[in-house]
């Protein structure tokens, strides 16, 4: 079966053709052609993602993906060149989300042929099973090569999802159910990365820039790689660095919410402690920035990998996923490999497929289909839904 699918939900536009085979748990992938319209520089000036103008690209982005994805999977002259489409319609921004769907909506029109509506966090949690690298823009695309199965794994899988909009804890006792155990009680780490990074002066978007000073930071002679501290020294700190405080050697910020008795996270507080911090210091220099992007960076990371390994260890875990945009993070994917069992069964996704997607929506999309064949939502039925959540998704 060919699949075309479109992701919108926040400033990248994506289509990708894939041909897919198989049944859920065995399904296999053929990338035709895929295609990533990145807005990052567009966004620069306004310090995040201004969502008029993310619409405003995307309508004009669309149609000329489409042109070129199909013109690269050499199915631009036939008259109805694929069998199904996959769009997301949540979470995101829904104006956004709106484009990708209407577009989806007159496409299925002309071709006849069903949609899949497709959460973007299910897309998260399969972007670790893809192996092709999307392009960055439109004139870097793509095209053929990708093949890609996914793999028989074992349950209860843990998903750590982490972006600019999420941060999740999510259990699936079974293959494709799902069902939250933690999450966010403010923001996400994302974006916790992103204004922690505007106040440290670093241009947008501050998730790379932050862990490109804290990589620099690191690898200097002034600091070595700190493991990922013991349990006694993590109670210790709890206890004792709840606020921060300058030392000789760098700077101390706490682990909220480290020892809550739930999988919940909270990151709107390390941010303030951080502003708190800026603003005693007062003027900042290059070595005190990387010093407290550096602070900053183990503290967020702490907290996720802590309550990830808790979780692990609650729900004997045997598959464990981390995916979204913070996927990315080198001290993350580091302290995750170092922190689990060796029984647990790692998934990471590359780095190009831990950003917004379409490959990933088209994975999604085709999963949902065979497994929900007789239940395809009517046509105008599909809604953006900018809260849309797993809770959500699995009543529709
Ligand atoms: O999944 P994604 O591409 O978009 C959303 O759905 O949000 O995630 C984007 C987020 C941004 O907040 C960005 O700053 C963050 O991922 N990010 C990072 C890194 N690279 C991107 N955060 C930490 N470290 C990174 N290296
Ligand atoms: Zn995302």
Redesign the pocket.
């Known amino acids: 079966m060919i699949i075309l699918s479109i992701e919108t939900?926040?400033d990248?536009t994506g289509i990708t053709i894939m041909e897919a085979k198989g049944e859920t748990r065995n399904p296999s992938f053929e990338i035709l052609a895929d295609n990533l319209a990145s807005q990052t520089k567009i966004h620069i000036k306004y310090g995040g993602v201004f969502p008029v103008l993310a619409k405003k690209e995307h309508k004009k982005n669309l149609p000329i993906l489409l042109e070129q994805t199909l013109r690269q999977a050499k199915l631009k002259d036939k008259k109805s060149p694929v069998d199904v489409i996959a769009v997301t319609y949540g979470p995101?921004l829904e104006m956004c989300l709106w484009e990708g769907i209407t577009f989806a909506q007159d496409l299925a029109k002309k071709w006849n042929i069903p949609v899949i509506p497709v959460n973007?966090m299910e897309g998260?949690v399969f972007s670790v099973f893809g192996k092709n690298k999307p392009a960055r823009n439109a004139s870097r695309s793509d095209s053929g090569g990708g093949k890609f199965k996914i793999p028989k794994v074992h349950t209860p899988i843990l998903s750590l999802l982490v972006?600019?909009?999420?941060t999740q804890l999510v259990l699936s006792k079974q293959w494709m159910k799902y069902e939250i155990i933690g999450e966010t009680l403010d923001d996400?780490?994302?974006?916790a990365?992103?204004k922690v990074a505007r106040m440290l002066d670093l241009p947008y978007?501050?998730?790379?820039e932050?862990?490109r000073l804290v990589e620099l930071e690191r690898k200097s002679k002034l600091l070595r790689v700190r493991n990922f501290p013991t349990e006694k020294l993590l109670k210790s700190r709890a206890v004792a660095l709840r606020t921060p405080y300058e030392s000789s050697f760098s700077f101390s910020l706490p682990r909220p919410m480290l020892y809550s008795k739930n999988f919940d996270f909270s990151f709107a507080g390390l941010k303030t402690a951080v502003l708190y911090l800026i603003r005693k210091i007062g003027k900042l220099d290059e070595e005190t920035k990387s010093k407290i992007a550096l602070e900053f960076e183990n503290s967020a990371i702490e907290c996720l990998v802590y309550k990830t390994k808790k979780a692990i260890e609650k729900y004997k875990i045997k598959t464990l996923i981390v995916a979204?945009?913070?996927a990315?993070?080198?001290h993350?994917r580091n302290e995750v490999k170092k922190s689990i069992g060796k029984n647990i069964k790692l998934f990471l996704p590359t780095k190009e497929l831990?950003?917004?997607n379409s490959i990933m929506i088209g994975i999604a999309g085709y999963l949902n289909y065979i497994k929900n064949k007789k239940k395809i939502p009517k046509l105008d039925n599909i809604k953006a839904t900018g809260n849309l959540s797993f809770s959500q998704a699995r009543r529709a």
């Open positions: 939900s926040c990248d995101g973007h998260h972006s600019g909009g999420h996400a780490v994302g974006e990365f992103d978007p501050g998730g790379p932050i862990s979204g945009g913070v990315i993070n080198k993350l831990s950003r917004d």
